[in-house]
């Protein structure tokens, strides 16, 4: 517990530790006001005078840009996600935010700077791509009521991003169930509505709405969880939590409040069964928003698991904790499984993608199940500790790369919906004719996503499978390098799961590759050989995504460094 | 040139070296490149010749270091093996307890065979290069593909110097398939021809049999040595307390494998049915895989395997090997020679004499290699000669034969070409459409088939000259070409039969073979350019452009020069200070020298020998071709003065000495060579009954089991797939009611675990 500083809120040091989130919170506020800036008067009461204070009235020609509200979004995320990357030059210092009382809020340490990190990364390339999804009509153009209102609508929908970042940070940093509850509220009512925000199409409407009901009774259901372990310890804090778990973890009420915690964050992340409204979601949203609900807002789910299994009823703590464990890994090979299975006959693209994102959540849970086994058992002394950073970083890397590929792949959809469609797997047909870089960029991201080398998504699963491997042989290398003879029941069950996720791997190799058939052998669908909608924007962003993907994969030395830090700085009991 | 005693250690020129296969090798991709950008571009087409004269600078560099990397080393002749290492990999093998590390490295690998084979394939693909350009070039068949031919031709002679250059038995197995991959795509240049394109698989599956017995003798040196570089090799080979502890018998068998590689590579029997279909390919390509360098790739393998029959370890334990080497090269040059006799077709005369005189050359090596392996040459001094003599022999052979069959095939390329070119003036000009191709083989009518030739010795001077020359060599006329080698391998066999009874037949062979030469080649020349022209398009041809005349010209003058070469000590081509090039005498010395041992040989066995073979190959094969073909030019023809003489003595011989030979053509003899002998009948027949039908079984099994699993893999995942898509049925009361039964699912866990 060595080097904490402790901030109190606007006291010393505040504004830096925070820096991401107070651009974001003034970015808000001007995305609200800039728009709004007009030739407005205030008539001062009870006289005639008028003073101008420029809110409302005719809005000046540079505010009443529709194209305003996207770049001060874009350039907001934009640069908190500059700011966390700079923060990261001389170390990141471990700051918690106290209350007055002298409780922790917030903590900000490299952990909490990795998951800011692939926040901002996703939501600013999303929301630079959107700026082509969403149609706007010039300035002075005869504008329908319908594109006036689309015009109008800009400032809400990037009002949203901002919200949702915002929210999803405040997950990252929370030291706090309170804080964490909010956080993550405030992530998914911005998810809810921008899922819904298409409001002509009825795929979206309903798909927002589903989203949204299902969502609340999972997060009633954690809620639920939430507020029986508050029940139990009295405290809200996670460090006291974990404190007491130790003590009397094995009791009945903090188990089904974790039980009950599981099934809310199950749903952000997608795991089975709690993924149903999952594709639903991803297939009537946008493509850029399904983009972010698969990168930022599954990280944002596992944060949130990771704080409560691994920190709360922290695997080292109690010797009863395998209760979670088992639970976990089933979870884990169940969705991984189904997940996989659902994708390959699933003919939607965005679907497809939806399923593939389900697998993810898979392996996700695989690691954690496996950070979580490290030293239960009397067969894994050893060094486990480093074992469960292994994974740790993994885990890290795997985030942070699945926001190159996987959102990339989403963007690349996000053309094709922007010409009219992107729900069928024909429309990809012929896309190597039409544009040949979104085709190769395409081609790319299944492929990574697919787990080959030597793209990013290669570097990532192998990562993860080295670590859980790692974990389940714990002590044993000394045996192995003596040549003693083990077999498979020596071995911790977790070694399972990597197995599991080598054969789901090589099951989803079908359907990811099935697209790069789809886009380079099949003929396009008919009125659809001309050229795509144009749009420097959005192939900008899967441009960036396409270089991450190719960066992370051959160089990932850099990014390793630091997801170990982050992972080093997530618990303080293991180093 | 001095003759320098000095041992010179270092050759500045082999860091050059590498630059010899990477300048061909990169020249392909360029070519093939520009080719298909710039093609039909009227600059990319008549001024670079589609390719051709990017090659031919390449080319041409490639021989410069050649011969200046042949001169640092002749220069500093003392057996000196010059060799470069330039690392590659590094990397280990796991050797049942530790690591061991193992250096797979590419490097330069001088002696000299290496230059011998060096200085041929250099100089005869720079030749063939400029052929190409006027042979090539000017057929409008192969409008707009020339780069094709062009970057495949410089891969090929990539592949060839680098085989030849390599280090290792590895690199040189690399590049062998190099020139395999090259051989296979240039034969088959006229894909849309079902005849190229069967010749093309058939060249490449029969040598691929040789070549997978080549890999398992790869692997078993490896095995044995633990290295396949040459040095590591030859030099544990030298050294009797490493040999103690190998078996002989094994390292026969590695060598026996690997000699079957060569057997397929240098198409000697049983491997030999690739080399007459082959010829569909372009005659530049029949002239470069046939004649100057691919198939001595084979040779060049086995004379590498001399250090292992010379070895004092292995002293008289290699015998059956050398035997069997002598024996197919026995057994191919007759059964060749007799295929040839009834061929019409120009070219495949000449494949036929291809194969027979390679057989030569295996015989010499194989009588070379038993000398090596029974004689204790090492301390006697007069052992000692004899080995290198036969060694150089065969390799002597080996740079003639390449010389003269070159010439030959660039030569027949030449009259095939101008026989067309006239058939084509005679039977198209009037209908010929500007842009539209016309095929040579729209009709029945062969531009290949001496049938359609005769008399053309006044019409194309040089051509002639150069066949006669060329022929002149391959029977080993006296004084010309190949007579100073022939005479070399035929005496080595029987002395070697003297000592071994069982090479009688191998001698027997190569010295009835002779005469069997004199009479085909003497038969092809008379044939082609003697008598009167068989019909109207012989009547019409003309002569040759500058491009194909430069190359016959030059090798019609270094075919002539042979007997300069063997006074330079080319007859004792050898690893030796003793007798190297150029320092035993001076040249003058040299040539009285070979004269003497030649005509006047001491030894009364090899001098009645000696005229016996030139009575054989030199009178008896020509004056029964004579008797039997060609005759006096047309009225009004001139010939050049020097092929008069020939012509008037055939015209003699055939109006005094002509016989009807109908009942022996009709034989059933003749038959049976002409379809040659039904070796490629009765392989066809073994591979429809064994091969073909055990294909279609494993066919069968693959599509049954293999696919049959897969699919129904494939099947089982999408019905699963689909049930567990129906579970989201798109209502979200469904939804929460799953998220329940998870919720519960895991209360169940927790409860049961806890």
């Known amino acids: 517990m060595s080097n904490l500083n402790t901030v109190e809120p606007f006291g010393e040091g505040f504004i830096s530790a925070l820096c991401p989130e107070l651009i974001l919170f003034a970015g808000l506020i001007l995305l609200i006001v800039v728009p709004n800036l007009g030739s407005g008067k205030f008539r001062i009461p009870g006289t005639q005078t008028r003073v101008p204070w420029l809110l409302g009235g005719k809005r000046f020609k540079l505010t009443s840009d529709p194209r305003l509200p996207s770049w001060i979004a874009v350039l907001t995320i934009g640069s908190s996600f500059v700011m966390t990357i700079l923060s990261f030059q001389d170390g990141v210092e471990r700051t918690a935010i106290v209350s007055e009382g002298g409780t922790q809020l917030l903590m900000i340490n490299a952990f909490s700077r990795v998951f800011e990190l692939i926040f901002f990364g996703a939501l600013t390339l999303a929301a630079f791509a959107c700026m082509n999804r969403l149609d706007v009509k010039g300035v002075g153009a005869k504008l329908s009521t319908d594109e006036?209102?689309?015009?109008?609508?800009?400032?809400?929908?990037?009002?949203?991003?901002?919200?949702?970042?915002?929210?999803m940070s405040i997950v990252a940093l929370a030291q706090d169930l309170f804080v964490l509850f909010i956080g993550l509220e405030l992530a998914s009512f911005s998810t809810y509505v921008l899922v819904a925000f298409f409001k002509e199409s009825k795929a979206g409407t309903e798909a927002g709405m589903k989203y949204f009901i299902v969502g609340s009774v999972a997060s009633g259901v954690g809620l639920y969880g939430l507020s029986m372990l508050y029940l139990w310890a009295g405290s809200l804090q996670l460090d006291v939590l974990a404190e007491t778990f130790a003590l009397s973890g094995s009791e009945a009420l903090p188990m089904i409040g974790i039980g009950f915690v599981l099934v809310g964050f199950g749903f952000k992340v997608s795991a089975a069964p709690f993924h149903f409204a999952a594709p639903d979601a991803y297939s009537g949203a946008s493509s850029p928003v399904a983009g972010v609900l698969a990168t930022a807002s599954k990280a944002m789910g596992i944060v949130g698991l990771l704080r409560i299994l691994l920190i709360v009823a922290a695997p080292e703590s109690s010797e009863d904790g395998t209760v979670w464990l088992v639970c976990l890994g089933l979870l884990s090979v169940v969705t991984m499984t189904w997940g996989n299975l659902a994708a390959l006959g699933s003919t939607n693209p965005k679907r497809m993608l939806a399923y593939s994102s389900v697998a993810h959540a898979g392996y996700m849970l695989a690691a954690i199940t496996a950070i979580g086994a490290w030293n239960w058992d009397e067969t894994l002394s050893g060094d486990p500790g480093e074992a469960?950073?292994?994974?740790?970083?993994?885990?890290?890397?795997?985030?942070?790369?699945?926001?190159?590929?996987?959102?990339?792949?989403?963007?690349?959809?996000?053309?094709?919906?922007?010409?009219?469609g992107g729900s069928r797997l024909s429309s990809l047909g012929g896309l190597a004719k039409r544009e040949p870089f979104l085709a190769v960029a395409m081609f790319i991201f299944m492929i990574s996503l697919a787990g080959v080398p030597p793209l990013a998504g290669f570097m990532s699963k192998l990562l993860v499978i080295m670590g859980i491997v790692k974990v389940a042989l714990g002590d044993m290398s000394e045996a192995l390098a003596t040549g003693s003879e083990l077999g498979l029941s020596d071995v911790h069950w977790v070694w399972w799961l990597a197995l599991a996720m080598v054969i789901n791997s090589a099951i989803s190799v079908y359907y990811y590759l099935r697209i790069g058939v789809v886009m380079f052998f099949e003929e396009p669908e008919k009125g659809r050989t001309g050229p795509l909608p144009a749009g420097w924007q959005v192939r900008f962003a899967i441009l960036a995504c396409l270089l991450a993907t190719l960066f992370m994969g051959v160089a990932s030395d850099k990014i390793l460094e630091i997801c170990e830090t982050a992972a080093q700085s997530f618990n303080y009991n293991w180093a | 040139m001095a003759s320098s005693s000095d041992v010179i250690l270092d050759s500045d020129m082999v860091q050059y070296a590498p630059l010899i296969i990477l300048l061909p090798m990169l020249a392909f991709p360029v070519i093939l490149f520009l080719g298909r950008v710039f093609n039909k571009n009227p600059f990319w087409k008549n001024t670079l010749k589609e390719g051709g004269l990017i090659a031919l600078p390449v080319m041409a560099a490639s021989l410069i270091i050649s011969l200046l990397l042949i001169n640092d080393h002749i220069g500093g002749f003392a057996g000196i093996k010059d060799s470069m290492n330039l690392l590659w990999v590094n990397t280990a093998v796991w050797d049942g307890g530790a690591l061991e590390p193992v250096t797979l490295g590419f490097g330069i690998y001088i002696d000299h065979v290496t230059v011998m084979l060096l200085f041929v394939a250099s100089f005869l693909c720079l030749l063939i290069n400029i052929f190409s350009v006027g042979y090539m070039n000017t057929d409008p068949i192969n409008d707009n593909r020339n780069h094709r031919f062009y970057a495949e031709f410089v891969l090929f002679c990539s592949g060839m110097l680098g085989m030849v250059l390599a280090d290792s038995f590895l690199w040189l197995f690399i590049f062998w398939e190099i020139m395999g991959l090259c051989s296979y795509l240039l034969i088959g240049f006229y894909y849309e021809r079902p005849s190229a394109a069967y010749a093309a698989k058939k060249a490449f599956l029969t040598t691929r049999i040789g070549d997978v017995f080549l890999v398992i003798g790869l692997v078993m040196m490896w095995d044995i040595f633990g290295s396949l570089d040459y040095d590591v090799i030859f030099n544990a080979v030298e050294d009797k307390e490493f040999m103690a502890g190998v078996s002989s018998s094994t390292l026969q068998w590695a060598l026996g494998m690997m000699f079957i590689g060569a057997v397929g590579k240098s198409a000697q029997f049983p491997l030999?049915?690739?080399?007459?279909?082959?010829?569909?390919?372009?005659t530049p390509v029949s002239a470069l895989i046939h004649a100057a360098t691919m198939v001595n790739a084979g040779l060049y393998l086995v004379a590498r395997m001399f250090p292992f029959f010379g070895a004092e370890a292995l002293s008289g334990d290699l015998v059956d090997l050398a035997f069997i080497i002598a024996l197919i090269g026995g057994i191919t040059a007759v059964m060749a020679a007799a295929i040839a006799f009834v061929q019409n077709d120009l070219k495949k005369v000449l494949a036929y004499s291809t194969m027979s005189q390679l057989a030569y050359i295996f015989t010499g090596l194989g009588c070379a290699m038993y000398l090596a392996n029974t004689l204790d040459w090492h301390n006697d001094s007069e052992s000692h000669y004899i080995v290198v003599v036969a060694f150089g022999a065969a390799l002597f052979h080996?740079?003639?034969?390449?010389?003269?069959?070159?010439m030959l095939f660039m030569a027949s390329g030449s009259v095939i070409h101008e026989v067309h070119h006239a058939h084509h003036h005679l039977h198209h000009h009037d209908d010929h459409v500007e842009g539209e191709h016309d095929d040579h083989h729209d009709d029945d009518f062969d531009a290949q088939s001496m049938e359609n030739m005769g008399g053309l010795a006044s019409k194309m001077p040089l051509t002639a000259t150069a066949m006669l020359v060329g022929s002149a060599s391959i029977m080993g006329l006296p004084l010309i070409g190949g007579f100073w080698s022939k005479e070399g391998i035929i005496a080595n066999a029987w002395r070697v039969a003297q000592d071994d009874p069982r090479f009688l037949l191998p001698a027997m062979c190569v010295l009835i073979g002779a005469g069997m030469t004199g009479f085909y080649m003497s038969r092809m020349w008379l044939k082609t350019f003697a008598g009167k022209p068989n019909n109207e398009v012989a009547a019409h041809v003309g002569p040759t452009n500058t491009w194909i005349k430069i190359p016959l010209f030059t090798l019609t003058f270094v075919t002539l020069s042979a007997i300069i070469f063997a006074g330079m000590g080319f007859t004792h081509w050898a690893p030796d200070s003793e007798y190297a090039f150029m320092s035993e005498k001076g040249l003058v010395e040299g040539i009285v020298y070979e004269m003497e041992h030649a005509f006047a040989n001491s030894d009364s066995f090899f001098f009645i020998l000696t005229y016996v073979a030139i009575a054989i190959g030199a009178v008896l094969g020509p004056g029964i071709a004579m008797s039997l073909y060609g005759g006096n030019l047309a009225e009004g023809e001139k010939a050049k003065p020097w092929m008069k003489p020939v012509i008037r003595l055939n015209a003699w011989v055939y109006s005094r000495f002509n016989f009807n030979n109908s009942s022996i053509a009709e034989s059933g003899l003749t038959r049976a060579l002409e379809q040659r002998l039904y070796i490629d009948y009765y392989y066809d027949m073994a591979m429809l009954k064994i091969v073909a039908a055990f294909s279609k079984k494993s066919?069968?099994?693959?599509?049954?089991?293999?696919?049959?699993?897969?699919?129904s893999i494939e099947r089982g995942s999408q019905s699963l797939s689909s049930i567990v898509r129906s579970l989201t049925t798109g209502s979200a009361r469904d939804y929460i009611l799953m998220i329940s039964v998870g919720t519960l699912a895991i209360f169940f866990f927790l409860w049961g675990v806890a």
């Open chain 1, 148 to 167: 006036l209102y689309n015009n109008r609508r800009q400032g809400d929908f990037y009002i949203l991003m901002i919200t949702c970042a915002l929210g």
């Open chain 1, 388 to 420: 469960a950073i292994v994974v740790l970083t993994a885990l890290m890397f795997h985030l942070m790369v699945l926001v190159a590929f996987k959102l990339g792949a989403f963007l690349v959809l996000s053309v094709l919906e922007s010409e009219g």
């Open chain 2, 272 to 282: 030999h049915v690739w080399l007459p279909d082959a010829m569909e390919g372009p």
């Open chain 2, 398 to 406: 080996l740079f003639n034969h390449a010389m003269a069959k070159g």
């Open chain 2, 699 to 711: 066919a069968e099994a693959d599509s049954a089991v293999i696919d049959g699993t897969i699919k």
